[in-house]
């Protein structure tokens, strides 16, 4: 396993920004272009006010155009031109692509996919994580670019490779997976037991009996499913660790890290999280849903929590539309501003681009850039400066923390098992869970940390489990602990229901919670297509009008909690529905159903109050479309929205952004930022 980071790195991001200020920069890939515009580049950076580019992550060929050829001297150049123009680097091994050289020569570096495909080269990521012989090229460029530029003044920061996210079933993948398992489970008998291989005769002799998911005729066993996405995430940190200490042993002693891509299914960034010395993260937040400014405010808060609440780098987004997705739309300005800005106010010290200059060839070509095709003239390249411009007044909040008293449990391995198909419905996700609790959160201006099962949550007063499939011993005890000393928790439903290798707990459910909720359940059931209605108590003063139930039921019982809600028809008419339970001087929420938006966020609410926990504004719900996020000593108010906004502040305070001041009640034009500082009356 790999080496932990030093800790005196840690912090080594935070003397970037001392220099720096807010970085602000992008992808900047000056192979691509012939070295006349180089210059203009430097320039025209210097212009927008670009402090850090991240340089060569897709160069490999470039930089070793044959095996062990290496040639340096164009990105001397570069870094020098850089350097001459105070732009920083961050640098990156070039590991992500390689040169098709390597495939040719060694086709066992290339992923195979389940169907047993071998990938080929003329895209990129066409490797696999389990080849020893990619690795060590890997490594081999990783050390001779770390030998040669640790002490280069330009180079502020290593970047390992690009976007983690390459999965293979091949052979290599096979060789690795058995040996993962065979130090997990140390003896075949053990792993037959807890993949319960017993169910369709898949009992095993020896661990070189075993495969990759690869395709089969019908459903994977779920247990050896979970591992394979266990074993592809470490295989694929094995890969950073070992080009991060490669880059370590040559003498570098920058930050190193690499770019997550938040809630991505394939690597479990609980694991990564320790072993970047600070977080980087890509953002693409698909304006073309309605939700997406919540959705990416939890990537966001998810980043911030990954780095136990340290200042994170947005390392790649898009000034205006990408050229990924089916039908790509532009971003205005505004819409620009706001994502860096909602970056900024969630704990980013970096606010970067894909790319600096669009690309003129390449699969990419009409990705947008900080500098368009068409040149500097463009509304485009004014949207850069802008933001540059925005990004210098923002330097007084650099290293500053957002202080969240909420907690929401989220974890990968979870996310994997429970997202498994053959559950009682397909329709239950997993994420589309976490973002609807969260966004209830982002409606009412409360910051929230995510943290994963068993961390300690003593820093919280209330803890949201939307949707924790897995729940093991440590899990239930922070859980019990949190609510023993007062703090509110609201579980909900088809949470604790499996252990660590997706085998299901017998008992009534949730088993480890059942006593802390006081509420068991005996029966998960898909529910109808038409919302089933739910009927209200008495004892739930602040319920809304209407509550129903969708999606997914079960059949509880209360055992000492006070049942607030029951359901009114169908399967399990009568059965309670939701559950509030007092223990010692905290209290339990259950929600036995996937409850409707009003009734969702009145069971926070409740369970909110009960805490104590309030929004960083005097509206219990903000205004349509508005974000408000208190960081160290600024509030930054955004409107996301297409109507203006009427806000109302604690306080005369001072806008960093216009300079203005402001007090009492304001209009927050649609599209409008604020990051106010208080400011006293003289
Ligand atoms: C990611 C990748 C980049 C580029 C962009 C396009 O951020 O890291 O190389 O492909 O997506 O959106």
């Known amino acids: 396993m790999a080496t932990t980071p030093d800790p005196r790195r840690i912090d080594a991001f935070s003397e970037i920004t001392r220099d720096l200020g807010i970085c602000f920069g992008g992808d900047y890939n000056p192979e691509q272009w012939p070295r006349e515009i180089w210059q203009e580049d430097a320039e025209l950076m210097v212009r927008a006010g670009v402090n850090l580019v991240t340089v060569g992550v897709f160069s490999w060929a470039r930089l070793e155009p044959s095996p062990g050829e290496y040639d340096f001297a164009w990105l001397d150049e570069v870094l020098d031109l850089l350097h001459a123009h105070g732009i920083a680097v961050d640098l990156a091994t070039p590991t992500a692509s390689p040169p098709p050289w390597l495939g040719i020569l060694h086709p066992e570096t290339l992923p195979v996919n389940p169907d047993g495909v071998r990938l080929a080269a003329g895209s990129r990521n066409q490797f696999t994580p389990a080849s020893r012989v990619y690795r060590d090229h890997a490594l081999a460029i990783a050390t001779a670019l770390a030998e040669r530029y640790a002490t280069h003044p330009a180079v502020r920061m290593w970047h390992v490779g690009n ?133 990416i405010a939890l990537v966001q808060d998810l980043m911030r929590s990954l780095g136990e609440g340290r200042p994170w780098v947005l390392m790649e987004q898009a000034v205006s539309a990408t050229s990924w997705r089916p039908h790509n739309l532009p971003k205005s300005r505004d819409r620009a501003r706001l994502d860096s800005l909602q970056a900024v106010a969630r704990g980013a010290d970096a606010i970067c681009f894909f790319q600096w200059r669009q690309a003129r060839t390449g699969a990419e070509r009409f990705h947008s850039a900080m500098l368009p095709h068409a040149g500097a003239d463009t509304e485009v390249f004014e949207t850069t400066c802008a933001l540059g411009a925005d990004l210098r007044r923002l330097r007084p909040i650099v290293g500053g923390r957002v202080e969240a008293s909420v907690a929401l449990l989220f974890d990968w391995p979870s996310r994997w098992a429970a997202d498994e198909p053959g559950r009682p419905t397909q329709r239950l996700d997993t994420l589309e869970q976490v973002q609807r609790w969260h966004r209830a959160l982002w409606r009412r201006g409360i910051a929230v940390d995510l943290v994963r099962p068993g961390a300690d949550l003593s820093a919280y007063a209330t803890v949201l489990v939307p ?17 023993e000393r ?71 019982r209360a055992e000492g909690a006070e049942v607030l809600a029951r359901f009114g028809a169908g399967h399990l008419s009568g059965a309670p529905a939701i559950t509030r339970h007092r223990a010692r001087d905290g209290a339990a929420w259950y929600l036995g159903a996937i409850v409707s ?14 805490a104590g ?28 929205g297409d109507q203006d906004r009427r806000v109302t502040l604690p306080g005369l305070r001072r806008d960093l952004l216009s300079d203005a001041d402001v007090e009492g009640q304001l209009t927050l034009a649609s599209g409008a930022a604020m990051v106010l500082i208080e400011r006293h009356a003289e």
């Open 597 to 610: 938006d009003d009734a969702l966020a009145a069971v926070l609410d409740d369970a909110l109050d009960a």
């Open 467 to 483: 949707h924790t499939y897995i729940v093991e011993t440590d899990a239930a005890t922070a859980l019990r602990a949190a609510v």
């Open 163 to 295: 976007e983690f996210g390459q999965i293979d079933f091949g052979d290599e993948a096979a060789r690795e997976f058995r040996l993962w398992l065979r130090e997990r489970y140390g003896s075949i008998d053990a792993l037959n037991e807890a993949w319960g291989t017993l169910v369709w005769a898949q009992g095993y002799r020896d661990f070189d009996e075993i495969l990759p998911p690869r395709r089969m005729p019908y459903l994977v066993n779920p247990a050896q499913s979970l591992d394979f996405r266990r074993y592809t995430s470490w295989a694929l940190q094995r890969v950073f660790t070992e080009q991060r200490d490669a880059i370590r042993d040559a003498g570098a002693t920058q930050p190193i890290t690499t770019n997550f891509m938040g809630f991505e299914p394939l690597t479990d960034l609980w694991e990564w999280a320790g072993e970047v010395d600070v977080v980087a993260d890509d953002q693409y937040p698909d304006h073309a849903t309605t939700t997406s400014s919540s959705d």
């Open 613 to 640: 926990v309030t929004g960083v504004l005097p509206d219990r719900v903000l205004p349509d479309g508005v974000e408000a996020v208190q960081r160290g000593e600024a509030l930054f108010l955004l409107n996301h």
């Open 486 to 556: 007062g703090a509110s928790l609201v579980v909900g439903p088809f949470s604790g229901v499996a252990d660590g290798n997706a085998g299901i707990l017998t008992g009534r459910s949730p088993v480890l919670l059942r006593d802390l909720l006081g509420v068991s359940g005996e029966e998960w059931v898909g529910l109808p297509d038409a919302p089933t209605p739910v009927v209200v108590e008495q004892t739930w003063a602040t319920a809304p009008a209407e509550v129903e139930a969708s999606v997914l039921g079960e059949r509880l």
